[in-house]
T-cell receptor, first 115, second 115 residues
């Protein structure tokens, strides 16, 4: 099955600096890659996603890049703010033989933005 | 509008007891997923519903775990004869369509503690 590796596990940045989180996946059939932000005591919330026919996608301070050849994708957050502090998860989605579009998640990155 | 809701938010049970966890998806969402999040880990897929049927149960860790969905809406996850290793946060997500990669909206989760 699919395996997703995520690095780093923790990341501390100064407010205003950029943060980069990287993920690799194993199954070349995966074709949808969402990123989720999880705040303490809450469920994950989608912040950006990218499909395999696109190499880069940007939404204000957040961008995601995808390299299908190397099977890795990255989240970039610019001009970080204290409210960006949370756990971020990358995921890869594959259409399984049973018909589901289950997500395989990385283990998460705890981002701390220091004021 | 209303998001995905789950109940109870917290559940403490004794080893060997059965528990039922409930998920109310977003109205009109066809697909429903259950995931488990253990401490410091990513989310682990458990089961997928398309309408009331569950074509993908590949993530259920043992036959003590079962789930059903009625009326294409509410779903319950049942864990029989709970064990300490079942302690985790159980997350439910729903998606507008069952076919294709659509955003999965997560509920806040049920934190299960087995003593």
């Amino acid at each position: 099955g699919e395996n997703v590796e995520q690095h780093p596990s923790t990341l501390s940045v100064q407010e205003g600096d950029s943060a980069v989180i990287k993920c690799t996946y194993s199954d070349s059939a995966s074709n949808y890659f969402p990123w989720y932000k999880q705040e303490l005591g809450k469920g994950p919330q989608l912040i950006i996603d990218i499909r395999s026919n696109v190499g880069e996608k940007k939404d204000q301070r957040i961008a995601v890049t995808l390299n299908k050849t190397a099977k890795h994708f990255s989240l970039h957050i610019t001009e970080t703010q204290p409210e960006d502090s949370a756990v971020y998860f990358c995921a890869a989605s594959i259409h399984s033989g049973a018909g589901s579009y289950q997500l395989t998640f990385g283990k998460g990155t705890k981002l701390s933005v220091i004021p | 509008g209303a998001g995905v809701s789950q109940s109870p938010s917290n559940k403490v049970t004794e080893k060997g007891k059965d528990v039922e966890l409930r998920c109310d998806p977003i109205s009109g969402h066809t697909a429903l997923y259950w995931y488990r999040q253990s401490l410091g880990q990513g989310l682990e897929f458990l089961i997928y519903f398309q309408g009331n049927s569950a074509p993908d149960k590949s993530g259920l860790p043992s036959d003590r775990f079962s789930a059903e969905r009625t009326g294409g809406s509410v779903s319950t996850l049942t864990i029989q004869r709970t064990q300490q290793e079942d302690s985790a946060v159980y997350l439910c997500a729903s998606s507008l369509e069952a076919r294709g990669h659509y955003e999965q909206y997560f509920g806040p989760g049920t934190r299960l503690t087995v003593t």
